[in-house]
T-cell receptor
């Protein structure tokens, strides 16, 4: 149980375009989903926290107009990178908390974004 | 501000050795501490979760300890195998967010 999927696993896009990444909890209802970014040889950095049906809370330094997060249902959150630039190239990982346990997070397999 | 540090950054050992990975955190007000494994280009696999009221957790060849008062945790891997080669991440939870260390990259040679 507690499986989280991400789609796509890899995406290459041109500079200036937008790309959407989906995060789904497959066998549980996730009241809270988290989006992390990981640069090479660096740790995971929390970008934003989203609760179903409400606006996401962004960490300091993360542009909310650039990284649009939607958490429309208890099983789906999306991250849209708008007007992508090469510096946005990174590994994006989502996680989800089961509504029965607000502390344990289950992680998706990640999405490798490359902006050319 | 909570900071998580992992030492060493990289470790190479021959197969069969027992080893210890270290994690320290600056603020002892945590709900829990987790150890994850990350293979290159992949997501995270949760290994062990220690609640703040616990001192250790064990799973197979893995044993994790937590000393909240001193802000330290260790991950002990017994009888290491080449398949254990990966990056091991430590993360503490305070509130809803997880704060991660940079990880220890382990290489086990056969």
């Amino acid at each position: 149980g507690a499986v989280v999927s991400q789609h796509p696993s890899r995406v290459i896009c041109k500079s200036g375009t937008s790309v959407k990444i989906e995060c789904r909890s497959l066998d549980f209802q996730a009241t809270t989903m988290f989006w992390y970014r990981q640069f090479p040889k660096q740790s995971l950095m929390l970008m934003a926290t989203s609760n179903e049906g409400s606006k996401a809370t962004y960490e300091q330094g993360v542009e909310k107009d650039k990284f649009l997060i939607n958490h429309a249902s208890l099983t789906l959150s999306t991250l849209t990178v708008t007007s992508a630039h090469p510096e946005d190239s990174s590994f994006y990982i989502c996680s989800a908390s089961d509504r029965r346990s607000s502390y344990e997070q289950y992680f998706g397999p990640g999405t490798r974004l490359t902006v050319t | 501000k909570q900071e998580v540090t992992q030492i060493p950054a990289a470790l190479s050992v021959p197969e069969g050795e027992n080893l210890v990975l270290n994690c320290s955190f600056t603020d002892s007000a945590i709900y829990n501490l987790q150890w994850f494994r990350q293979d290159p280009g992949k997501g995270l696999t949760s290994l062990l979760l220690i609640q703040s009221s616990q001192r250790e957790q064990t799973s197979g060849r893995l044993n994790a300890s937590l000393d909240k008062s001193s802000g330290r945790s260790t991950l002990y891997i017994a009888a290491s195998q080449p398949g254990d080669s990966a990056t091991y991440l430590c993360a503490v939870q305070a509130g809803t967010a997880l704060i991660f260390g940079k990880g220890t990259t382990l290489s086990v040679s056969s």
